[in-house]
């Protein structure tokens, strides 16, 4: 795992988005072990419905999604709202279309699956920024 959590991790709260409960189990499982506190949403349209509580740090966005709108989608309509909290989108195999529009919404973007810290060291990049 990557480098113990400072204690300032404990009171931010990630929140995981993902159809996929194998996938949002274990992104939570894993945030857990690193320290942080963490909400799980089932869909990005869950998300798009309804407000963003500000007690939020973060939130890791699957783009994958069986329903009518993406991930990024769901990026989308939170930066319309105007909101400026940090956000993770994580994706298998990013096209340059997608790589761009990410840029675009302001997140950072981690390929699925994410490899030994890559996510826990963006997770920290964005709580610094």
Same mark, same amino acid.
């Given at each position: ?7 300032? =991790?404990?009171?931010?709260? %990630?929140?995981? %988005? ?14 857990? %072990? ?21 007690? /939020?740090?973060?939130? /890791?966005? =699957? ?23 940090? /956000? ?26 994410? %490899? ?14």
């Amino acid at each position: 795992m990557g480098q113990p959590s400072a204690p300032s =991790d404990l009171q931010r709260i %990630v929140l995981v %988005v993902s159809e996929d409960s194998a996938l949002r189990g274990a992104l939570e499982f894993l945030l857990r %072990v690193e320290g942080f506190s963490v909400r799980g949403v089932g869909s990005g349209e869950a998300l798009r419905a309804a407000p963003l509580p500000g007690s /939020i740090s973060c939130l /890791i966005v =699957d783009h994958h999604s069986r329903g009518p709108a993406s991930g990024l989608a769901a990026v989308q309509a939170i930066r319309r709202r105007r909101a400026e909290v940090p /956000i993770i989108l994580i994706v298998a195999g990013p096209t340059r279309r997608l790589r761009a529009a990410a840029v675009e919404a302001r997140c950072e973007l981690v390929e699925k699956p994410p %490899v030994g810290s890559v996510l826990i060291d963006a997770l920290r990049r964005a709580l610094q920024a």
